[in-house]
């Protein structure tokens, strides 16, 4: 139903937003670093149902909003190329603060871990950028059922970010221990995710794709 060129654009896109740190990595390593292992992966658990609640949102009711009020579509994909460009300009410009020095939090139990994590993604515009303006630039009418190929799509999507973020909890303090010395690689991960971050943007803002109904 879906075509192996949707499918590696989007595992592309969703690669190379998971590994831009922002609030749901930031959250995630201070809490592994902190708290352990097992309370990063409870807050990646809360981190997932976000994910499910922004997919099966934006697949049942948001993209025939798109439809219905086009201006709107494209209001949101200028704001996305806006958002992208500026994480670009934050991850790339001097004094930049790595990821892997998160501020010190205090512990808290399993259920807040759990919320907390949840929160934070639903408050992270970087994934709604991703299920409102990326995502369905890949779904293919003439493929079959739109609604299917959101759902399979953004699963895609899911995959990749908890496989990520659970890989980078589990090591949150190895690479924080790993890094610590060594500046230059620090710096070799800002400028390859700031251009990336970069490009993202600009074929963002410069696609003329529209929006298809469900």
Sequence with gaps: MISTGAVLG????????????????MYLVSRSITQGRRAGLISLGG????FLVYLTATNLGLSALFVAVPSLYLAVKLAGAVYLGWLAFKTLRPGRVSVFEPTALP????????????VTNLLNPKIAIMYLSLIPQFIEPEAGNVLAQGF???AVQIVVAVTVNGLIALAAG????????RPVWLRVQRYLMGT???ALAVRMATDHARPTPA
Aim: charged share 5%.
């Design 174 to 181: 190895t690479i924080a221990g790993f890094l610590s010395g």
């Design 107 to 118: 512990p808290d139990s399993n259920r807040r871990l759990f919320t907390m994590g949840l």
């Design 47 to 50: 981190v997932a149902a976000g």
């Design 10 to 25: 989007v595992f592309a896109v969703a690669l190379a937003m998971v590994l831009t740190p922002g609030p749901n990595m």
């Design 152 to 154: 399979l799509l953004g």
């Design 196 to 198: 990336v971050l970069g």
